[in-house]
């Protein structure tokens, strides 16, 4: 082994080979890959290699795609046979809503060019000949299916095999029996690993390491919160019936996935395997995976699989007939919300992670080829922020982690409904209010682990969701809160925004540099600006505010809290000029928004609030009520007039009481991130991470005025001009959506021109309640941006009219906010 190299990839399962793969065909052939035992040792020996299409998330749909087709060509760049069996992937429905989940995924399909099809029971059948259509409770009748005709399954070690060929044919090097047991810096901060067979020094490291995360993690110092649960399969013996199928010139069957069972089966030499997705799988390795399990497995837990193996029964009647050969119950790794962890690790630099692979074998090649990309070129190619390993943050204790695995894993197959807010691990993170809008009637959600109120319901309605694709019984409520924020006062709780203070001689300049738009230079004023990547692409948004001399205050939205430090950290300077300090926990927030609220306000504070004293977009810091140190700020998310009142936390009842109090005669009221979201598209406000990612530009994302090309240098400003100078080839526009009957958008939605070419893409979608439209925003290319442009949407596969309207639909004088 060597004594140097460029990047040490720990693990020599899929994932940690593709890796090394991608980086070799980048260039970089001075990187070496330590694995402990053999490669695939891990789990990627006893996968199923089913390779899935679908995903609802636009990121990870398209690092599949990419799989699929590398591994397609695979063969014949390596030499190596990886048993692609291109079968086609059958999932079926039985009921209205699967088939709602279908139709909102071929919208994202559609965005990303996965090939598919809606079929008919009768297509089904004649795909599937040995499948019941069924018809009665058991077994109820298929309504119809989803179909992709490019996926079927792998061999993972012959896949490992072929990327390893391909890895070491580009100089890369594999060194097996090889475990690294510690980890330490060198002077000139590149790594240390120790290993089984001597040190090794690397200027990048990426843990890869599967099942092995959480002792990986603590080698780093880092709480990765990837933990296996126990997934079972069942292989059977030969199948007379599938026998006669295939040898009176039956083609290998589609894999089949019954969703609404919540199994898979596919073809296994005449035979079958047979996957289910059950409840009470236990998580497993919490604190590592102990040395004795090696290579070995779980005992098979024939209870667990019953009620699926029924199920398959009763919709492939010749299962019943084969034996059972075997029942494999290996560990599979799972991240509390099911995506894989991929990116840079927080808190330390030249440190990547590859973990939580639950469709390692389907993921790997796209997550490969990503990292590789990150690693080499500095960023991704694509907007990675739902496979981010920083989309986590520091509740992801023990107890969260397992508790969330566990029911990601048994919700495979659920209906992944737009709206769902799974129950578990919960409440973890409250606002110090929590308890008074729950007895407000609260209907609360999960984000970044804290608890947000959805909605509120009113006296004598049940507070609960109704989860749907379409308008559900929530819709009224929402309403309500909205025409409140338009006509009189409303508040809404955000405390979990992520708040930063930022001081010394150095803050100004550094900031500058670090965001397209100027930072302010007056005390009391702020700007809304966008700290981009180096391709120009939107990487954070964040509201900064300049508080007094050397000191600004900036916030950005509550699940990029440790996205968002630990670029900042990773950002400042050397020389101790700028003092960075996090203040999400000590600093609620609650927005008070409504023509009501100057009235409602000027009850608390002594602070001038008319606009020349407090003019839109700027702050003070002051009394409100009894609570001291208050920032308002005169801005909000929700296009009103109104403040963000950003208080030391331990003032949040006292706050919340006296706002109350002060606008009973206004008939003052709370409003939920749902009421919110309607508000921000009638105005057309973009939300970073769905609306601002880094595959879009400022230009392309309409933000032109928080752009200053000529103030000097900023990061992105150079593929800024490069656009400029070549054509911004996408707009963002703001569309009315026609006939829509009881399903708005949501986003995801593909937009297309009159004849029927797509052109671009919604991003976010929603009914906007004081409009009484049905909106969408989002990219298209920049011919058909220009208003009044006739264009139509995928709303649940029916395609529907769509005009385009002007930006901020709602007031787009922005009266309300400067009243
Ligand atoms: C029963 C079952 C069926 C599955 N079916 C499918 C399927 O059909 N399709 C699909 O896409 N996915 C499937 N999966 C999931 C898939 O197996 C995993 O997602 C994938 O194998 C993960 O690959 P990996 O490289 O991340 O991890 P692993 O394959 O676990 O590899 C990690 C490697 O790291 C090594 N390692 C750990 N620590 C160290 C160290 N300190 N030093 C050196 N080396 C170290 C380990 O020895 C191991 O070889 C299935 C999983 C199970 C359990």
Redesign the pocket.
């Known amino acids: 082994m060597k004594s140097h190299t460029r990047v040490v990839v ?7 080979v593709s890796t090394l793969y991608h980086l070799a065909h980048k260039g970089w052939s001075d990187v070496v890959l ?4 053999e ?6 020996w ?6 899935p299409l679908f995903n609802m998330s636009y990121t990870v749909g398209q690092l599949h795609k990419y799989s699929v087709d590398l591994y397609k060509r695979l063969q014949a760049e390596t030499g190596q046979d990886v048993s692609f069996h291109v079968t086609g992937n059958l999932r079926l429905a039985t009921c209205r809503e699967r088939m709602d989940e279908y139709q909102k995924y071929c919208g994202t399909a559609n965005t990303i060019g996965v090939p598919f099809q809606v079929i008919s029971p009768r297509e089904v059948k004649e795909l599937w000949p040995l499948v019941e259509l069924g018809g009665d409770a058991e077994t109820p009748a298929i309504v119809g299916a989803l179909y992709h005709p490019d996926d079927g ?1 792998i061999a ?1 070690a012959d896949l490992t095999m072929a990327l390893r060929k391909g890895a070491r044919s580009r100089g890369a090097e594999i060194h097996e029996q ?4 510690a980890v330490s810096r060198t002077r000139s901060g590149e790594w240390l690993l120790k290993t089984s067979k001597g040190d090794i020094v690397a200027e990048h490291v990426v843990c ?5 995360a959480r ?2 993690g603590k080698l780093f110092r880092l709480n990765i919160p990837a933990i296996p649960v126990e ?3 069942i292989v059977y013996d030969e199948s007379p019936e599938l026998k006669q199928y295939r040898q009176t010139g039956g083609r290998e069957l589609a894999v089949l996935r019954e969703s609404d069972k919540s199994y898979y089966l596919r073809e296994e030499r005449l035979g079958w395997i047979l ?1 289910p997705y059950e409840a009470g799988a236990p998580a497993r390795f919490a604190d590592g995976v102990p040395d004795w399990f090696g290579k070995s497995l779980f005992e098979g837990d024939i209870e667990r699989l019953l009620p699926h193996v029924e199920a398959a029964q009763r919709r492939v009647p010749a299962l019943a007939n084969c034996g059972i050969k075997d029942i ?6 799972y991240t509390p919300d099911g995506s894989p962890m991929v990116g840079p690790a927080w808190g330390v630099r030249n440190l990547w992670i ?2 939580g ?8 090649g796209g997550c490969g080829w990503q990292l590789a990309e990150w690693i080499v070129e500095g960023e991704p190619g694509i907007d990675m922020l739902a496979v981010e390993p920083r989309r986590f943050g520091p509740y992801t204790s023990r107890r969260y982690v397992v508790q969330k695995n566990e029911e990601t894993y048994r919700n495979v197959f659920v209906i992944h409904f737009p709206d769902e807010e799974r129950p578990d691990a919960r409440p973890a993170k409250t606002s110090p209010v929590y308890d008074k809008l729950k007895r407000m009637g609260a209907v609360f959600g999960q984000r970044y682990g804290w608890e947000r109120a959805n909605w509120f319901a009113p006296p004598g309605v049940t507070p609960a969701d109704e989860w749907s694709f379409r308008r559900s019984n929530y819709f009224e409520h929402v309403g309500a809160e909205c025409r409140r924020i338009r006509e009189q006062a409303g508040v809404i709780d955000l405390t979990p925004f992520t708040k930063h203070e930022v001081s010394g001689p150095g803050a100004e300049t550094w900031l500058d540099n670090l965001v397209a738009n100027k930072v302010p230079a007056k005390i009391g004023r702020m700007a809304l600006s966008h700290a981009l990547t180096r391709g120009g692409g939107i990487r954070s948004e964040f509201t900064i505010t300049k508080l007094g001399d050397e000191q600004f205050y900036v916030v950005s939205a509550g699940a990029a809290e440790r996205y968002d430090t630990d670029y900042l950290q990773k950002m400042l300077p050397a020389d101790g000029s700028v003092a960075l300090r996090n203040t999400t926990t000590s600093r609620g927030c609650f927005a008070l928004a409504g023509p009501r609220s100057r009235e409602v306000l000027a009850k608390l504070t002594d602070l001038a609030l008319d606009n020349t004293a407090f003019p839109w977009l700027s702050a003070q810091t002051g009394e409100v009520g009894l609570a001291t140190d208050v920032y308002l700020l005169r801005v909000n998310f929700v296009g009103a007039l109104g403040w963000e009142l950003h208080f030391p936390i331990e003032y949040a009842h006292h706050l919340f009481d006296a706002l109350f109090a002060a606008g009973e005669e206004h008939s003052i009221g709370m409003a939920g991130m749902r009421a919110m979201e309607s508000l921000r598209l009638e105005k057309s406000y973009r939300m970073w991470g769905l609306d601002l990612t880094p595959d879009y530009t400022p230009f392309e994302a309409g933000l032109d005025r928080f752009v200053r090309m000529g103030k000097g240098e900023f990061i992105g400003r150079e593929a800024l001009q490069q656009q400029l100078d070549g054509g911004v080839p996408n707009r963002f526009v703001t569309v009315e959506c026609h006939d829509v009957g009881d399903a708005d958008p949501l986003g995801n939605e593909p937009l297309f021109d009159e004849r029927g070419t797509m052109i671009g893409r919604a991003t976010s979608g929603y009914y906007g309640h004081a409009l009484g439209k049905s909106l969408a925003i989002g990219y298209v290319k920049a011919p058909f941006a220009a208003i009044g442009t006739r264009l139509q949407i995928e709303i649940l596969g029916e395609r529907k009219r769509a005009t385009v309207l002007v930006d901020s639909p709602y007031d787009p004088e922005n009266r309300d906010l400067k009243a």
């Open positions: 720990i693990g020599g399962g899929v994932v940690g330590l694995e402990r035992a490669l695939t040792a891990g789990s990627t006893h996968a199923a290699g089913l390779l399954h993972p090889t475990e690294v047991t890869a390491t599967g099942n092995y002792q990986t997934h079972q399969y996957g494999v119950n290996g560990p599979i790794s590859n973990e692979h639950s469709f390692g074998i389907t993921a790997a």
